[in-house]
């Protein structure tokens, strides 16, 4: 098995995927959740942390240092830079903070300075703000984003025919990695009979409010 199902296995067992009947911030009505904060423990956001750096490591993309927006980004950073090391990468990693601060340090970036090609590490993308608040911060510091990691990847459609991920994508010319995406979701269900509702209710979904063929 690899490490997209495994994690998919992982998150449900977590309850941080859950199925039933959920709004998103778009109003729509998902038969699916997923809640990464959710990853709430030392275990959990370690093992986490080893998916983020599975995905990192299988895209091939060259990279020289790790970027966590605040807030969620904060946690999600350190640890898969830990788990980047483990694996024999070490990487330098920083954070932005969101309040001004007069003392101390100045500046809104905590760690190291942003230099080279930073991958931008985030939960998920929803609307993106996030990303663009990032790929300036990176920027303005003369560096250059190359990516953004995220754990779980919809492949649901915005306001148009692109969702949130390939949004991303075109603005900004950087891959968006997931650890896992609809197809992964789709595939574990199919192969757990225990699920089988489930899935009939997440296809249907998809067919509502999935990526169009042709949009790729």
């Known amino acids: 098995m690899g490490f997209r199902q495994e994690f998919i296995?992982?998150?449900?067992?977590?309850?941080?995927?859950?199925?039933?009947?959920?709004?998103t911030k778009a109003g729509r009505l998902s038969p699916y959740f997923f809640n990464a904060g959710l990853f709430n423990n030392g275990a959990a956001l370690g093992r986490l942390a080893e998916f983020y750096a599975k995905a990192i490591t299988a895209s091939g993309i060259a990279v020289d240092g790790l970027f966590g927006p605040a807030y969620k980004g904060i946690p999600l950073v350190a640890v898969v830079a830990v788990a980047l090391a483990r694996a024999g990468h070490n990487l330098p990693f920083s954070f932005n903070r969101k309040e001004a601060k007069d003392h101390g340090e100045g500046g809104s970036i905590v760690g190291a300075p942003l230099a080279g090609r930073v991958l931008i590490i985030d939960?998920?993308?929803?609307?993106?703000?996030?990303?663009?608040?990032?790929?300036?911060?990176?920027?303005?510091?003369?560096?250059?984003?190359?990516?953004?990691?995220?754990?779980?990847?919809?492949?649901?459609?915005?306001?148009?025919?692109?969702?949130?991920?390939?949004?991303?994508?075109?603005?900004?010319?950087?891959?968006?990695l997931a650890?896992?995406?609809?197809?992964?979701?789709?595939?574990?269900?199919?192969?757990?009979?225990?699920?089988?509702?489930?899935?009939?209710?997440?296809?249907?979904?998809?067919?509502?409010?999935?990526?169009?063929?042709?949009?790729?």
Do not use: K, W
Request: charged content about 20%; hydrophobic content about 40%.
């Open 9 to 23: 296995e992982f998150a449900v067992a977590q309850e941080v995927l859950r199925f039933g009947s959920f709004t």
């Open 123 to 176: 939960d998920v993308i929803t609307a993106g703000t996030s990303v663009r608040e990032s790929v300036e911060l990176i920027r303005a510091a003369g560096a250059s984003p190359c990516g953004v990691v995220i754990a779980l990847d919809r492949m649901e459609r915005g306001s148009g025919e692109l969702s949130a991920v390939q949004e991303v994508e075109r603005d900004y010319a950087i891959p968006v």
């Open 179 to 216: 650890v896992a995406n609809l197809d992964d979701l789709m595939s574990f269900l199919q192969q757990h009979p225990d699920f089988r509702q489930n899935e009939t209710a997440v296809a249907h979904y998809r067919q509502t409010y999935g990526l169009l063929a042709h949009s790729g």
